[in-house]
């Protein structure tokens, strides 16, 4: 559909009018590839939204979905529950870094953020330190659209809209981006690991015992690929403990493969208190997501009458049965497939296509770690965005992919068992786009 189009749906985080001029629509996936509605083949760089790894409409998550919804469409979960919320439960919590055993469903990564965070402040009360309110997050950090998650959150243009209406006793870590100190870094960067003592100042400034929790990204992801400096993540840990502070891992991203392991914490070999996730937890079929705590939080709670709710908190659709049909299926071929074993053997390969563009005119940034990885361009002066949203464009009708933009920085998110050639010649796309832009 190249011809300009009117329609009444307003489209998340996009341009409405520039698109309208000339959408991009998709049809269909299989695999590796979208098909557009006049039937060209696109090739995915970005595996969905960070959410499809082991591809679009695998055989075996198909399957399962069409059975459940053929056999239980939907079961509440207020005070009865479902057989495969139970099972996704148990098989989540069994991936999980050692301690953290109790699960909460959600709908999505956003309503994930929140529930932690939730979860957080009524833990502390639930102890007596009901004085624990103060939640600390980081610049560039993104943990969804919601009150909570905008808050803690740190990326400008989903804030100052709602400046005057975000939760208050919120505060937050200095981002560890450092272009000039750690510009083209394979891997993790080597300066930066002192900004974690941002949160010893903020512990001196509020006391630490008002702090309920600290919230970040093993690596920032929407904020254009940040990977932590080697001991950052391990010196946040000492800080909270000194303090008696709960730290949360928002593996949205990261968790299910993106970083080689099942959860980033692994990867990083540090254990944070509370984990959310969503997107790679059922492939991106289903919207679900989940909030993972430790048994200590979880047992804090199972206090009182036992007729009594613990936590008066859920969805509609927590622990949907078809969501988690499609999230045990998913997990099935992360097995089956050694998935998380094929993202770790392509790591090497994916670092050099994208550091091949470190001597590009345009390029003044090249990140990654994992399989997340970020390509950042200089903004045209007085257009910041410009440059970025024109590769995306061109990258789509001109090379058949499709690449995600977040203003001049291009971001990557291979499949999880992606063709390495397919990969290579999805960069020399890549390369071809950014040779025309001016």
């Known amino acids: 559909m190249s011809a300009a189009v009117d329609t009444p749906y307003w489209m998340p985080f996009t341009a409405n009018r520039d698109f309208k001029k000339k959408p991009r629509v998709i049809t269909g996936a299989n695999g590796h590839w979208y098909t557009t509605d006049d039937g060209t083949r696109l090739y995915d760089t970005f ?50 870094p050692e301690g953290i055993n109790h699960c909460f469903f959600t709908n999505s990564g956003s309503e994930a953020v929140d529930t932690a965070l939730k979860i957080a402040i009524g833990y502390h009360r639930a102890r007596g330190e009901g ?21 803690v959150g740190g990326i400008v243009p989903n804030r100052k809209v709602f400046s005057a209406v975000l939760i208050p006793g919120v505060d937050h870590l200095r981002h560890t981006l450092d272009i000039e100190r750690n510009a083209f870094s394979r891997g993790l960067p080597e300066h930066g690991v002192e900004l974690a003592e941002d949160l010893a100042r903020l512990c001196l400034l509020h006391d630490g015992s008002n702090i309920a929790a600290v919230i970040v990204e093993p690596v920032a992801g929407s904020a254009g690929v940040i990977p932590p400096p080697p001991g950052y993540l391990q010196r946040l840990r000492e800080i909270c403990d000194e303090h008696g502070i709960l730290l949360i891992f928002d593996e949205v991203i990261a968790a299910f493969g993106r970083l080689g392991h099942a959860f980033g914490a692994q990867r990083f070999g540090v254990t944070p208190d509370i984990i959310t996730t969503a997107k790679g937890l059922t492939n991106g079929v289903i919207p679900m997501g989940a909030v993972l705590v430790r048994d200590s939080i979880y047992e804090t709670f199972m206090q009182g009458p036992e007729h009594m709710i613990e936590l008066f908190h859920g969805y509609t659709y927590s622990g949907h049965p078809v969501a988690a049909a499609a999230g045990l299926a998913t997990i099935g071929v992360y097995d089956e497939e050694g998935t998380f074993e094929q993202a770790q053997s392509l790591e090497s390969h994916f670092e050099d296509l994208l550091h091949s563009f470190a001597d590009h005119k345009h390029v003044i940034d090249v990140r990654n770690y994992g399989l997340m990885g970020a390509i950042e361009m200089a903004p045209r002066d007085g257009t910041p965005g410009a440059r970025g949203a024109e590769a995306h464009k061109k990258c789509f009708w001109d090379e058949n992919i499709v690449v995600r933009a977040g203003m001049d920085t291009l971001q990557f998110s291979p499949f999880l068992n992606s063709n390495p050639d397919e990969m290579t010649q999805s960069f020399e796309a890549v390369r071809r786009v950014m040779d025309t832009l001016e």
Request: charged share 20%; glycine share 12%.
């Open 131 to 151: 004085n624990r309110t103060r939640l600390i997050g980081r610049e560039k950090g993104y943990h969804g659209v919601n009150f909570g998650g905008m808050s």
């Open 47 to 96: 595996s969905g939204l960070w959410t499809s790894g082991i591809g679009h409409c695998h055989p075996k998550i198909v399957e399962a979905v069409q059975q459940q919804v053929a056999s239980l469409d939907y079961c509440m979960s207020f005070q009865v529950t479902n057989d495969k919320a139970l099972k996704l439960a148990e098989r989540v919590t069994a991936m999980a």
